[in-house]
């Protein structure tokens, strides 16, 4: 039988606390799908598409890694795929509140539903997307908080934005 486990996110964009949480995760299993969401209601810097391409170029030397992106409930993609967990990372205390919340929920809905909470690594406990967007897009150095393979492309993407936002004069 085949392990395969589930690691879902946003992914906008992956980091290397990210990729951290991933290469640790492929040693828990078989197959390990990577689900980048894809939320209408969020507003993100990379489609969905875009998330999915950068991710697979981090990712193109672990053979059982497939990148997937997905909308709807998780526990639909869990049940289609016949995963035996789901993989999170936590960065803090906050992220472990959020996440035996979203596991009891899914448990819910589904009962053979199983979260495997992996804590990241200390150095990389402050790295959120999020941060890296806000650097990102003050032309900062993000080159300790992402894939050496994306800062280019991640750069360009808020050079871009930031000619378009600034005020001619």
């Known amino acids: ?24 995760a492929v040693r828990l299993c078989d ?14 810097a990379f489609s969905a598409a875009e998330r999915k391409a950068m991710i697979q170029t981090v990712l193109q030397d672990l053979r059982t890694v497939e990148v997937v992106h997905f909308d709807g409930l998780l526990v639909d993609l869990y049940r289609r795929e016949g995963a035996c967990a789901v993989v999170r990372g936590l ?47 003050y032309g900062g150095d993000i080159s300790g908080m ?9 750069c360009e993407r808020f050079a871009a934005r930031n000619s378009q936002q600034r005020p001619e004069g």
């Open 146 to 154: 992402v894939p050496s393979a994306l800062i280019e492309k991640i």
């Open 31 to 44: 197959r390990l799908i990577v689900a980048v969401l894809v939320n209408s209601a969020k507003q993100t």
């Open 1 to 24: 039988m085949v392990r395969t486990m589930i690691y879902p996110g946003t992914f906008d964009p992956l980091t290397n606390g990210h990729l951290d949480i991933v290469r640790r």
């Open 91 to 137: 960065r803090s205390e906050s992220d472990f509140r959020f996440e035996a919340e979203m596991a009891a929920a899914n448990k819910l809905l589904l009962p053979s539903y199983e979260t495997c909470l992996l804590p990241c690594r200390i150095d990389l406990a402050f790295t959120s997307s999020s941060i890296v967007r806000e650097v990102a897009s």
